[in-house]
């Protein structure tokens, strides 16, 4: 359970944090994307964006960490390099990279 206030347009989110939503299935973590970014959010890099009010949110499917976690670096390397490229996590290109 997080709580939060509204204290107004005067009071910013602070940068230094974020909220991690994790998604088992790629259509879910899309349509979370998506409902974040409703009302004036903002995208960032690598599955990272902030809502209307400047909170912090990472959008992560279960699959990235499956690819980022492979034993096998060089998949995981490429999966990698896939995502740094990224703003949406989309597990389709991440795992297309993931399997060369």
Known sequence: EILMFNGGAHVKAPPGISLV????DPAGAALDWNKFLEGGG???NCGWLQDKWGVSWQIIPDALGQCLGSSD???ANRALQAML???KIIVADLEKAFNG
């Open 21 to 24: 939503v994790k998604s088992k």
């Open 73 to 75: 670096r060089e998949k």
């Open 85 to 87: 490229k990224m703003k």
């Open 42 to 44: 903002r995208e960032d």
